[in-house]
C-alpha cells in the first residue's frame, strides 16, 4: 500500500472533509498534528507562514497594501502542495479551516520553540492508535 492510499484509508476517501468530526480543539488537536506527520511538511509550513508574514509586514510598514495577500498566498500555496507531494494527504483546512489556522500557529510556535520532536511524538501516537 503506497503512502497515499494509507493515508486515504486513514481519513476516508474525501480526506478530512469526509466527515471526520471533533468536539472541541483539544481534541482536534492530535488530528491536526498528525495531518504533519512527516517534518518535512512542518518546516514547509513553517517556512511559507513566516515567509508570507515578513512580506505583510513590509507591505504594512512600506504602505502597499496588496502585500499584505501574501501571507495566505505565500503560506497556504506552499503549506497545501507539502501536503499533497510530502505528506499525501489532503490539508485538514478542508474540513476544519478555523481550527486548522489555529493549530498552524501552535505548531508554529512549538518549532520555533524546538519541540518538533514533541510534534513528531504527538502525531505518531495519534497515528499509532487509528489505524495507521
Same mark, same amino acid.
Not at 505565500?74 to 476544519?96: K, M, R, S
Not at 486548522?100 to 524546538?114: E, F
Given at each position: 500500500? #503506497?503512502? *497515499?492510499?494509507? &493515508?486515504?484509508?486513514?481519513?476516508?476517501?474525501?480526506?478530512?472533509? !469526509?466527515?471526520?468530526?471533533?468536539? !472541541? @480543539?483539544?481534541?482536534? %488537536?492530535?488530528?491536526?498534528? /498528525?495531518?504533519?506527520?512527516?517534518? /518535512?511538511?512542518? %518546516?514547509?509550513?513553517?517556512?511559507? #507562514?513566516?515567509?508570507?508574514?515578513?512580506?505583510?509586514? @513590509?507591505?504594512?510598514?512600506?504602505?502597499?497594501?496588496? =502585500?499584505? =495577500?501574501? =501571507?495566505? =498566498?505565500? $503560506?497556504?500555496g506552499t503549506a497545501w502542495p507539502a501536503h499533497f507531494l510530502i505528506e499525501c494527504? &489532503?490539508? /485538514?483546512?478542508? $474540513?476544519?479551516?478555523?481550527?486548522?489556522?489555529? $493549530?498552524?500557529?501552535?505548531?508554529? *510556535?512549538?518549532?520555533?520553540?524546538?519541540?518538533?520532536?514533541?510534534?513528531?511524538?504527538?502525531?505518531?501516537? %495519534?497515528? /499509532? $492508535?487509528?489505524?495507521?
Amino acid at each position: 500500500m #503506497t503512502d *497515499r492510499e494509507s &493515508n486515504q484509508e486513514r481519513e476516508g476517501e474525501a480526506g478530512p472533509a !469526509s466527515g471526520r468530526r471533533f468536539g !472541541s @480543539y483539544e481534541e482536534f %488537536w492530535p488530528y491536526y498534528v /498528525a495531518m504533519h506527520s512527516k517534518a /518535512a511538511t512542518r %518546516w514547509v509550513h513553517l517556512t511559507g #507562514t513566516l515567509t508570507g508574514l515578513a512580506v505583510s509586514a @513590509y507591505g504594512a510598514l512600506r504602505g502597499r497594501p496588496k =502585500l499584505l =495577500l501574501a =501571507l495566505p =498566498l505565500i $503560506g497556504y500555496g506552499t503549506a497545501w502542495p507539502a501536503h499533497f507531494l510530502i505528506e499525501c494527504n &489532503n490539508p /485538514a483546512t478542508f $474540513g476544519h479551516p478555523a481550527w486548522s489556522l489555529r $493549530g498552524d500557529a501552535q505548531m508554529i *510556535r512549538m518549532m520555533l520553540k524546538g519541540r518538533d520532536a514533541e510534534l513528531a511524538e504527538i502525531a505518531e501516537k %495519534w497515528l /499509532a $492508535g487509528h489505524g495507521s
